[in-house]
């Protein structure tokens, strides 16, 4: 079935060094690729989105790459800073539903 | 504007007996979706509203799970004869009811059956 698996499940970067977190997904319908924040206690906030027809995307210090051939998907954060610390779901929408399917997460903690 | 509400934020019950969650999307959204997020892991979809009518129920685990939407607004999540096991934070989301529109979270409502 439908599956988006997500890399690593913990990841520590000392403050104001890069964070890359990795994402695969099943079915190459997929074509809405978001990614979400979640901190404790709280919902899960969307961060940046990309788009299938679209390879890559970028804000602020955010930015997102995608590669439909292999189905491959990566958030990239540059500069972190301690307010980045947080869980970080990567996701996948259907064409043909719009359920969305999240990875497991990833528990980013930046070092001081 | 306000965002997606939920109530109650906790919910303490015991096994076997009846809830409801409540959530309030935003104002305008005519698409509601209901997920379901258990310690550590990622939330996973239990059912979307289209207006008034679910349009897809696939992830709702089985019929003691029931979900409504009569005015095509609030959402009540209903759990009958709970079990320990349906203990989690249950997310509600809403987006303006495209297809493939980004769907904004409520806090969630978590629940604890004893």
Known sequence: ???VEQHPSTL???????A???????????NYFPW??????KG???????RSNVGEKKDQRIAVTLNKTAKHFSLHITETQPEDSAVYFCAAQYSSASKIIFGSGTRLSIRP | GA??????SNKVTEKGKYVE??????SGHTALYWYRQSLGQGPEFLIYFQGTGAADDSGLPNDRFFAVRPEGSVSTLKIQRTER?????????SSPGTDQETQYFGPGTRLLVL
């Open chain 1, 20 to 30: 890359v977190i990795k994402c695969t997904y099943s079915d190459s319908a997929s």
């Open chain 2, 85 to 93: 096991g349906d203990s989690a934070v249950y997310l509600c989301a």
């Open chain 1, 44 to 50: 899960p906030q969307l961060i940046i989105d990309i």
């Open chain 2, 21 to 26: 969650l409540r959530c309030d999307p935003i």
């Open chain 1, 36 to 41: 979400y924040k979640q901190e404790l206690g």
């Open chain 1, 1 to 3: 079935g439908e599956n």
């Open chain 2, 3 to 8: 965002g997606v509400s939920q109530t109650p």
């Open chain 1, 12 to 18: 520590s970067v000392q403050e104001g060094d890069s």
